[in-house]
């Protein structure tokens, strides 16, 4: 059974930046290639929706359009931590971000493809 826990979201101008941490547990990924981690938010009155995945033990990486080239996803195999880094934040990033951990061979960006999740944590961009 993993458990995921977020951190590091909070309010921040437009323009900034934030960090958002998502600490594993419950089983190692290492050694493992078909572990993937992903990042989804959740904005309000919207749907979920895919940002971000990384395949643990390659780091290959995928992300949605609208944050390419402002936001980077990385993993820290000692930690068993997933990382999101957000530049360049908008107000339309105002979500509530959560990491997924998916058991499987191929990276998915359908939020039923995921085995678990964590609680979600706030990020708020004021203009």
């Not at 780091?59 to 359009?65: A, C, F, L, S, V």
């Not at 996803?73 to 971000?97: F, G, H, K």
Request: hydrophobic share 35%; aromatic share 14%.
């Amino acid at each position: 059974q993993v458990q995921l826990v977020e951190s590091g979201g909070g309010l921040v101008q437009a323009g900034g930046s934030l960090r958002l941490s998502c600490a594993a547990s419950g089983r190692t990924f290492g050694g493992y290639d078909y572990w993937h981690m992903g990042w989804f938010r959740q904005a309000p009155g919207k749907e979920r929706e895919f940002v971000a995945v990384i395949k643990w033990n390659s780091g290959n990486t995928y992300y949605t359009d609208s944050v390419k080239g402002r936001f980077i996803i990385s993993r820290d195999n000692a930690e068993n931590t997933v990382y999101l880094q957000m530049n360049s934040l908008e107000p339309e990033d105002t979500a509530v971000y959560y990491c997924a951990a998916r058991f499987g061979s191929t990276w998915r960006i359908s939020e039923s493809d995921y085995n678990a999740w964590g609680q979600g944590t706030q990020v708020t961009v004021s203009a």
